[in-house]
């Protein structure tokens, strides 16, 4: 079954205690994007990636670092969370950067106290 | 920067009635993708637009592209609580950028 997996779906943890959001898919996409999800604000895109060893910001990076290693994955890491990054997070793929549907993960909800 | 903005946020209708949302772009768009998401759910892909004027049509779900390529309209005809949800528009470079979403609840 085509998908993109998310792990881990619910994560509470302290501030300054370095994550990461694991994501993966298996349609041999190029394109990778993380976004998160506020209340009022839409979907925002963090970071995103045109294929191996090849990322960009997005509108929203501070704080977050990615990783592009292998096509089938794409790691979001927080290296020191703060409050202001508890968020709803989606992992996204699609065939190329241009244009093409995007499938999305089930979402990892994070809370930093 | 690219902005896209989209309402209305909120629409409570009963089942039955029509329901429409809006999207606007601060500029020329290229293409635009509308997304649902169910409560609790991720975005799902509904449907992508491209040329100018386009319309096309998803059983009850009519898409609209505008002439310029700056605005787009979702239009569902009788509403059923299967609608339930939030609807995205996406544009903007590689349709990556997101609007706000509409919420939809519909009421029997």
Request: charge should be positive; proline fraction near 5%; include cysteine.
């Amino acid at each position: 079954e085509a998908q993109v997996t998310q792990n881990p779906r619910y994560l509470i943890t302290v501030t300054g205690k370095k994550l990461t959001v694991t994501c993966s898919q298996n349609m041999n996409h190029e394109y990778m994007s993380w976004y998160r999800q506020d209340p009022g604000l839409g979907l925002r895109q963090i970071y995103y990636s045109m294929n191996v060893e090849v990322t960009d910001k997005g509108d929203v990076p501070e704080g977050y670092k990615v990783s592009r290693k292998e096509k089938r994955n794409f790691p979001l890491i927080l290296e020191s969370p703060s409050p202001n990054q508890t968020s709803l997070y989606f992992c996204a793929s699609s065939l190329t950067e241009r244009g093409s549907e995007q499938y999305f993960g089930p979402g990892t909800r994070l809370t930093v106290t | 920067g690219q902005q896209v903005m989209q309402i209305p946020q909120y629409q409570h209708v009963q089942e039955g009635e029509d329901f429409t949302t809006y999207c606007n772009s601060s500029t020329t768009l290229s293409n635009i993708q509308w997304y649902k998401q169910r409560p609790g759910g991720h975005p799902v892909f509904l449907i992508q637009l491209v040329k100018s004027g386009e319309v096309k049509k998803q059983k009850r779900l009519t898409f609209q592209f505008g002439e310029a390529k700056k605005n787009s309209s979702l239009h569902i005809t009788a509403t059923q609580t299967t609608d339930v949800g939030t609807y995205f528009c996406a544009g903007g470079k590689w349709g990556v950028t997101f609007g706000t979403g509409t919420q939809l609840k519909v009421e029997l």
